[in-house]
């Protein structure tokens, strides 16, 4: 018996993860960055709203731009969902909910 050869031709890299949006910096990074700040709003510490109203969305990060910022984040005591450490509260609770979200957003599936 003959042996039999099998070629198989797949994209580039590169290519494959564009079309999924994982892309360096890609929608699939700005969609995660937008979903974990609207999660997160529930989160921050609110009294007249500028600490959560005024951060600003970067494609990998978040800034809260108030000069308050840091110390809200380490030390606010909080009352319900609002309080210090926002962000882990919020991954706590909600990240499965959001790698499904990225998933579906990318064509993929969460684990």
């Not at 709003?41 to 000069?67: C, M, R």
């Not at 009352?79 to 962000?87: A, F, I, N």
Request: positive net charge.
């Amino acid at each position: 018996m003959g042996k039999t050869r099998v070629r198989i031709q797949m994209d580039p890299e590169d290519r494959i993860l564009l079309k999924r949006n994982l892309n360096k910096n890609g929608e699939g990074q700005q969609f995660f960055t937008h979903e974990v700040r609207r999660l997160s709003d529930p989160y921050v510490p609110f009294l007249n709203g500028p600490l959560k109203n005024t951060a600003i969305e970067h494609k990998t990060n978040i800034t809260y731009i108030q000069p308050y910022a840091r110390r809200q984040y380490y030390e606010h005591k909080g009352k319900g969902l609002r309080g210090s450490e926002w962000d882990k509260r919020m991954w706590a609770d909600r990240g499965k909910e959001i790698v499904q979200s990225v998933a579906d957003f990318c064509g993929g599936k969460a684990k």
